[in-house]
């Protein structure tokens, strides 16, 4: 069975401070307004998030969130604005540090800030820039879900095409 945890609690504890990770050698940004912010309980807006918060207590709705994910657009954070930037990564907990992908363009700009830096492309792509590392999708957001190296080459076995180039 895969190992993977899927958080169900806010964090209440969980530091701002997670969202203002800053990779090494590079001099921390100005904490974005939203960052002092829980995000909080995900009110779906679109279909990947509405099979997303389903698949929390609905076992028949997660092979549909994993096509999803693959399939649609997500927003990947990035460490700098150029499109090839290395994916940001924030701390979960305090040995848990991973890529963050957000199901919308919103929940990131809502999490992370209006200009943290980013890239809309489709889940496999995200995925396949994040391989070999951990992965939390929507972090600080309830639901959350954390993905270990092994579980992200899972959901990259899964059938289906790749796009990584950038559509913004």
């Known amino acids: 069975m895969l190992r993977r945890t899927l958080l169900i609690s806010a964090l209440g504890a969980w530091p701002a401070s997670v969202f203002a ?3 090494a050698g590079q001099q921390p940004a100005a904490t974005p307004p939203a ?6 309980p995900i009110t779906p807006t679109n279909a990947l998030e509405y099979a997303f ?8 709705m997660r092979p549909i969130f994993r096509r999803y994910l693959m ?7 990035l460490t700098t604005a150029d499109d090839n930037s290395p994916p940001r990564r924030v701390r979960v907990r305090d040995d848990f540090t991973a890529g963050a992908i957000f199901t919308s363009e919103e929940r990131l700009t809502h999490a992370l800030g209006a200009d943290a830096p980013h890239i809309m492309i489709n889940g496999r792509a995200a995925l396949t820039r994040l391989v070999g590392g951990n992965v939390v999708i929507n972090p600080g957001y309830v639901p959350m879900l954390t ?8 959901y990259l076995m899964t059938p289906g095409e790749s796009s990584s180039g950038p559509t913004q």
């Open 21 to 23: 990770q800053t990779p």
């Open 35 to 40: 960052a002092n912010q829980t995000p909080g």
């Open 53 to 60: 918060v389903s698949a929390l207590n609905n076992e028949g």
């Open 71 to 77: 399939e649609t657009h997500v927003a990947l954070a």
């Open 147 to 154: 993905l270990e190296p092994a579980d992200v080459a899972a």
